[in-house]
């Protein structure tokens, strides 16, 4: 699995640092990436599209194509463009696809971005998500599908709690509208990584 994924020991391109040890925030927030992480997000994240998939196969097999065609395109090339182009791991230079815990694989198509997301870019990011839960979601209720219904309910939140808790709180794109990071955490990451801080910084002024 380490093959599929950068080199843990070699800091981001953006960082300062010539090497991770000793770093401050090294076990406050999340940098690098593995097998395990990807596991982790994937058990995390694939139950409720497995209940949705199924609600929607139950009531016609033909109505789950657009919501796949969906599903790629928002998370495999819109998500990257508004979203993932601003965190400084889609930085990193000699890699044709992301190599993160989310959306492992999808092509970077566009340049890197430090600095925050745009109001149009959040927009994006949003209708994305609300389209994306919100497709099963109305099939599930147009097709009286009650349980199923509340199972993908639970399995929504749980998943975003979830998130919430064990990645997003750890995540160094604080672009994300959804990151969790502790402003003292952030702190000493710009400080670590002027690239950003002066994205950020640049970003405020405008």
Known sequence: MKLMFLDPKRPLPTCASTDCEDCPVQSRLHCHFNGQDLVRFLAIAFPPFIVGGLGIVRLNAWLLLPWVVLFFSYFGLVEIRVMCSHCPHYAEAGTKSIQCWANYGSPKLW????????????????????????????????????????????LVVAMGTAMRFTMCNQCMNFACPLNQVEPGVRAIFFARNPRVAQAWKSASKQ
């Open 111 to 154: 340049q890197y971005r430090p600095g925050p997301m745009t109001r149009g870019e959040k927009f994006v990011f949003y209708a994305g998500l609300v389209l994306i839960a919100g497709y099963p979601l109305a099939l599930l209720i147009a097709s009286a599908q009650w349980l199923l219904l509340a199972l993908f309910i639970v």
